[in-house]
């Protein structure tokens, strides 16, 4: 990374680790409730996900979203594509529109703040890092997840020194503060629902510095997405 991202992460950080202190992986129930609508529906969300990826090659990487995040989105000569659904608040029109199901559950859930099909090529695997700061917490629900021949998953995530199996179906809510790396050891896609949503409970200085940085991020991910996907009307708060 970028040593000015890297020490605005830091700085960022210290805000939040002054007051709060969770585990690497959370509960759903407590921190969010929505869930279970998502997880009810995940074979409609993943039959929209498929139809709309068919052409993988218009799928930006996740680079050309976010240039800071190069190393980790060209690791291995392998891609790492999202299709954005929301991002930080604002919508993607005419992502949308292809997955309006999955697009209805998204707008049902007020805590969403990002919304994509994070897809990884076959051999993929996304090296250790960590994200910049705890206002926000992450959702995977597990889409296409290819199995080994003899039934486990090919697909592992590690969260803080855990590896967790992911499957098609299966949830993790985790902080992505901590150290996390991810590998799809098949040789086919593995596609997540990755939904990023506001972390409950914060302090009123907190939630309003986590909607400043939500605000200032959004800006540069819609002229990075304008610019990817060519439209300059993809996306609508």
Avoid at 3 to 9: E, P
Avoid at 86 to 109: D, M, V, W
Avoid at 195 to 203: F, T
Wanted: aromatic letters at 8%; proline letters at 5%.
């Amino acid at each position: 990374m970028g040593k000015t991202y890297d020490l605005a992460c830091k700085a960022v950080g210290a805000l939040y680790d002054h007051a709060i202190s969770t585990p690497p992986i959370l509960d759903l129930n407590r921190y969010f409730p929505d869930h279970r609508r998502f997880a009810q529906n995940w074979h409609r969300i993943r039959d929209e996900c498929l139809a709309a990826v068919q052409d993988i090659g218009s799928v930006p990487q996740f680079h050309e979203l976010m240039e800071a995040q190069r190393p980790l989105s060209t690791y291995g000569d392998k891609y790492w594509r999202l299709f954005l659904l929301k991002a930080y608040g604002s919508n993607h029109r005419g992502n949308q529109a292809k997955c309006p199901f999955t697009a209805s559950l998204i707008k049902q859930s007020r805590s969403v703040q990002s919304a994509t099909f994070s897809i990884l090529e076959g051999r993929k695997h996304i090296p250790m890092h960590r994200g910049p700061f705890r206002g926000i917490l992450r959702y995977h629900l597990g889409l296409v997840i290819p199995r080994k021949p003899d039934g486990s998953s090919s697909n592992r995530l590690k969260i803080d020194g855990v590896v967790h199996e992911l499957k098609e179906g299966g949830e993790l809510l985790w902080d992505d503060t901590y150290p996390h790396e991810a590998w799809n050891d098949s040789e086919a896609l593995r596609a997540v629902l990755m939904l990023d949503i506001m972390r409950p409970g914060m302090s009123l200085p907190l939630r309003l510095v986590t909607r400043a940085i939500i605000v200032l991020v959004r800006v540069g991910v819609e002229l990075k997405a304008s610019r990817a996907y060519r439209s300059l009307v993809a996306f609508h708060s």
